[in-house]
């Protein structure tokens, strides 16, 4: 067997949400790890959102930041608008992506979505990672003594 025999390792989707930095970047840093090619990915999805929508503000906070996470990664960030599902079906697809790690968000419509979405991946034998980022104790760690959440 020759070296252009062996079979490239499939890439890790990185699937940058509200954490649009290299440094300190669980998801980013895990992918580096895996010795695997990385595809970095951000999805405005304002289907989902619904009420949750960002407004002029938040829009104008994103294009700067993304347009610097852009840079960052030598002009690699993928851009893309839509249903987080079905962007990230069609970049594994095109890529053909093993993988997709994220940082989890915890806004109740992120949340439904993101179980979907891990459920459907996981059936289509897609490794699925999430990582906290942004939390010290993540909602299920902090509870009251009788186990119910705090309010």
């Given at each position: 067997?020759?070296l252009?025999?062996?079979?490239?390792?499939?890439?890790?989707?990185?699937?940058?949400?509200?954490?649009?930095?290299?440094r300190?970047?669980?998801?980013?840093?895990?992918?580096?790890?895996?010795?695997?090619?990385?595809?970095?990915?951000?999805?405005?999805?304002?289907?989902?959102?619904?009420?949750?929508?960002?407004?002029?503000?938040?829009?104008?906070?994103?294009?700067?930041?993304?347009?610097?996470?852009?840079?960052?990664?030598?002009?690699?960030?993928?851009?893309?608008?839509?249903?987080?599902?079905?962007?990230?079906?069609?970049?594994?697809?095109?890529s053909?992506?093993?993988?997709?790690?994220?940082?989890?968000?915890y806004?109740?419509?992120?949340?439904?979505?993101?179980?979907?979405?891990?459920?459907?991946?996981?059936?289509m034998?897609?490794?699925?990672?999430?990582?906290?980022?942004?939390?010290?104790?993540?909602?299920?760690?902090?509870?009251?003594?009788?186990?119910?959440?705090?309010?």
């Amino acid at each position: 067997m020759t070296l252009s025999d062996k079979k490239k390792p499939s890439p890790v989707i990185v699937w940058f949400r509200q954490d649009l930095r290299l440094r300190d970047n669980p998801a980013l840093i895990d992918a580096h790890k895996s010795g695997r090619p990385i595809l970095p990915l951000y999805i405005l999805d304002d289907g989902n959102s619904g009420e949750w929508k960002m407004g002029a503000a938040s829009r104008w906070w994103l294009h700067k930041s993304l347009k610097s996470l852009h840079r960052d990664l030598r002009d690699r960030l993928c851009l893309a608008r839509g249903d987080s599902r079905t962007v990230l079906m069609e970049q594994i697809k095109t890529s053909g992506a093993g993988a997709v790690y994220w940082n989890r968000c915890y806004e109740p419509w992120r949340t439904a979505c993101d179980a979907a979405i891990e459920k459907d991946l996981g059936s289509m034998g897609i490794e699925v990672k999430g990582f906290n980022a942004s939390l010290l104790f993540e909602p299920p760690e902090t509870v009251k003594k009788d186990g119910t959440p705090y309010k």
